[in-house]
Structures are given as structure tokens and as C-alpha cells.
């Protein structure tokens, strides 16, 4: 009988796992990183670091695919420090210590160590704290690389002994460059239009791991010489979702810049953010909480209807759903974008608040309490109230503040939409009230 297994093991023995394209293009030095030249460039803090033969822990932040890990391999060979890598993923606390053992022994013998933790926010808190005393001591240099705001996800006192670098998203300049030192090195033109190879680094999003993946992958899907159009490439590649996280900083980036373009009366910058969200999966709920939020927050009286259209465009998007639903909260959207804006009830409400929490529990004046009693009548509850609606237009100009209070203009209209004919009456009431 054939020996199967055998025969198995010497097929197999031929078959060789093919290095991918971004670790054959990976970096050697500083100034081959792309898009990173306020850090990598000749005047670079990383060049000067290496020209001063110094680098301290540091925490570097940025997107998936901008060189964070390339970067602590060059720092390292170049400064002459042993290179250890850690995922904090895969890594618990008897990680760090056999990595911190080891530190201490080569320190011993005169040789640095440069330790990388990719991921550094996926550790806990006690586990970011371990490297307090050997940061501290000089035993390791830390590099933590970080797509999170590091001021939101490293502890306070390991972010104190460390440098915080930021690294930009690759732009469509760098992710050209990328893209020209993979048809170098693989000697041919990538097989596509013009619209196709824009539309491929579109598609990358900023990371050049991705977008060196994706040409990788076309060179060796492409069946034929003849360049292939947007669609042609969408056959073979698949679109990938937006970063994006509903409870991390992308999700509070991306509705702060919705919310000030509609508070900025930008309909067209509000639509984009607003789209960008909701392509990234963001729960219109929330967007039809945030609508009724600006119409009371920043453009309320100047045009009451607004708080109306945005419950109106909720309510819709309760019955129709998505996709319909959610161009009932576009309507909205464009509707207060283009709104005259006022927070003057807002910044009053918040004075009010204020003077309300400092004056403690001062009583009313006597002459707008009821007296429901011969017994408060007497003590003088209700004498001299004037009651308004038999006065001229309605106006009395009486005191309503506690007598011990002097009087407080919380509410300035701006005079905006329907806060014109308010601000008039207002100013008129106040000078009657003065006199």
C-alpha cells in the first residue's frame, strides 16, 4: 500500500508560506516611514531622539496602520536596545514579569531593553501600573502604542513618566507613495484606472498595513494586463467598515462636529457628519435625541418650531424605520442648520440654576403669596399684588425676587428669528420696571 502519510508530509514539504507584501515592504529606517515627517523627517523629534542617542518611554497614538510598530523596531536597532514585543491582548501579568526579569538581567550586563506593547489600553489598571517601578528605574524604555486617546485610556501616572507622540492617519499623498514602492518592487504597474487606483486608497481609509494588503491581493487575483475600473476592483475587494466605536472617542468626535456645524448654520457639513455616523453605524436614536438637544439648546426661542420638527422627525423615525426613517431626522437637520440660532435661554437657565443653588431657601415677597387664612392675611401675605391682567398691556412691573435679593437678568435675547419681538418687549418691560 502507498504510504499516504509520507506522501502527504513530502507534498507539503513544497509548499512555502508566502511573506505578505507590507512586511516585505516594512521600513528601515526613519525617513522610509510614509506620512509621519513631523516625527520621522529630518528635523523629526524620532531623528533628534536618535541623534542625541536618547529615547525615553513614550506612548504613541494614532490609527491602525501609520507605523506605530515599525516605528519602536527602528528606535530600538537604531539606539542599540534589545527589542521585546508584547500584545496586551494576549498578555497578562506573568507576561510582564518574565519580560521585566529578563530587563533586569540584561541590565546587569550593560544592554538596555526597548519593550513595545501593542495595544497598551487593553491593559488594566494594576497591569498598567507593573510598569510604574521599571520605567521609573530605567530597567525597560516602554513604547505603547495606542489607536485610543491616551488621556482617556492610560492611568494618569504611567502617562506622567511617558512622552505622548501623535501619528496622522495616512494621507492620499502617503498612501500614493505606498503605493509606488509596491509597483517598484514588484517590477509592474497595478492593473487599474485612474478612478480605480483613487478609489482603492479611498477604500484603505489612512492605513497603509490595509491598503499594501489590498494591492498584495490584486496582484495576485488579477486575471489579465488590461487595468481594471471602480467596479472591476469592487469585485475583488471588500469595503471596509469605518473605524468607528459607539462608546470610545470616534463615537464623541464625530457628534461634536456634527452638533457644531449645526450650531455653525452649516447644512452641508452637518449632513456629511451626519452621514458618516450613521454609515458607521451609529443608532439613529441617538441622532433623534441629539436633534431635540440643539433645538433647545442653540436654537430655542429664536425659533420655537424647531423643538416641534425635531420631535415630529423622532416620532417618524419610530414608525418608518431605517432606511426611510432617516431622512425624516435629514429634514430636521437642515431644517436647524439653517435655523436662527439663540442659547440666550440656555445661558439663562444656567444662571438661574446658579443663583437658585447660592441663595439658599430665601421666601418670596408677602405680596405674591397666597393667604388662604385670616392668620396670613394679617401677617401680610398677598397685600399690594397687583393683578397684572387688569393693567395697562398687561404689565405691572411688580418685584417677584425674594426682597433680600436684588433683581437678575438671566434671559438676554439676541435678538435672532422670533427672539426679535421678544428682546423688544423685554427691553420695553425694563425700563418700565426701572421707572
Known amino acids: 500500500m502507498p504510504d499516504l502519510f509520507n506522501d502527504n508530509m513530502k507534498s507539503s514539504e513544497t509548499v512555502t508560506v508566502k511573506q505578505p507584501l507590507a512586511d516585505r515592504l516594512r521600513p528601515q529606517s526613519l525617513s522610509d516611514i510614509a506620512g509621519q515627517d513631523h516625527l520621522t523627517g529630518p528635523d523629526g523629534s524620532f531623528t533628534t531622539m536618535l541623534e542625541k542617542g536618547i529615547v525615553p518611554s513614550m506612548i504613541l497614538w494614532g490609527p491602525p496602520g501609520c507605523g506605530k510598530t515599525t516605528i519602536a523596531r527602528i528606535l530600538a536597532r537604531e539606539s542599540g536596545l534589545h527589542y521585546e514585543t508584547l500584545s496586551a491582548i494576549f ?57 485610543e486617546n491616551p488621556s482617556f485610556e492610560v492611568n494618569g501616572a504611567l502617562l506622567s513618566r511617558c512622552q505622548v507622540f501623535i501619528l496622522n492617519r495616512l494621507d492620499e499623498v502617503a498612501l500614493e507613495e505606498l503605493l509606488q514602492k509596491a509597483e517598484v518592487h514588484k517590477d509592474k504597474k497595478l492593473p487599474l484606472t485612474k478612478d480605480a487606483r483613487d478609489h482603492l486608497k479611498a477604500v ?30 469592487s469585485a475583488i475587494i471588500q469595503k471596509r467598515s469605518p473605524l468607528y466605536d459607539k462608546s470610545d472617542e470616534g463615537h464623541y468626535n464625530l457628534i461634536s462636529a456634527l452638533h457644531k456645524s449645526v450650531r455653525g448654520s452649516d447644512p452641508d457639513a452637518a449632513l456629511y457628519w451626519f452621514c458618516r455616523m450613521l454609515d458607521a453605524g451609529e443608532d439613529p436614536h441617538y441622532l433623534a435625541r441629539r436633534l431635540v438637544r440643539m433645538a433647545t439648546e442653540d436654537i430655542g426661542l429664536a425659533l420655537p418650531q424647531a423643538l416641534t420638527h425635531a420631535l415630529a422627525a423622532w416620532e417618524t423615525y419610530e414608525r418608518l424605520g431605517s432606511p426611510e426613517g432617516e431622512l425624516a431626522l435629514a429634514n ?42 385670616k392668620f396670613m392675611k394679617n401677617i401680610g401675605y398677598g397685600t399690594g399684588y397687583v393683578y397684572d391682567h387688569d393693567t395697562d398691556g398687561n404689565f405691572s412691573g411688580q418685584n417677584y425676587f425674594p426682597d433680600e435679593m ?28 426701572k421707572s
Do not use: C, W
Request: glycine share 8%; net charge positive.
Open 91 to 147: 498578555s497578562g501579568v506573568g507576561d510582564l514579569r518574565k519580560v521585566f526579569d529578563a530587563a533586569r538581567h540584561r541590565k546587569t550586563m550593560g544592554k538596555g531593553t526597548l519593550l513595545f506593547v501593542d495595544e497598551i489600553h487593553r491593559f488594566n489598571k494594576s497591569q498598567q501600573d507593573a510598569f510604574l517601578p521599571v520605567v521609573e528605574d530605567g530597567t525597560i524604555t516602554l513604547i505603547g502604542a495606542t489607536t
Open 204 to 233: 484603505a481609509d489612512g492605513d497603509g498595513r490595509y491598503l499594501l494588503s489590498l494591492i498584495d491581493h490584486i496582484f495576485n487575483t488579477a486575471r489579465n494586463d488590461n487595468d481594471m475600473d471602480i467596479a472591476g476592483l
Open 406 to 433: 436684588p433683581r437678575q437678568d438671566f434671559y438676554n435675547p439676541k435678538g435672532m428669528g422670533y427672539e426679535y419681538k421678544i428682546k423688544e418687549t423685554l427691553d420695553d418691560q425694563r425700563k418700565k420696571r
Open 332 to 373: 430636521t437637520l437642515v431644517f436647524m442648520a439653517t435655523a436662527p440660532k439663540s442659547n440666550a435661554v440656555y445661558s439663562a437657565y444656567k444662571g438661574a440654576m446658579k443663583a437658585a443653588k447660592s441663595s439658599g431657601s430665601l421666601m418670596p415677597p408677602k405680596h405674591i403669596l397666597n393667604a388662604p387664612t
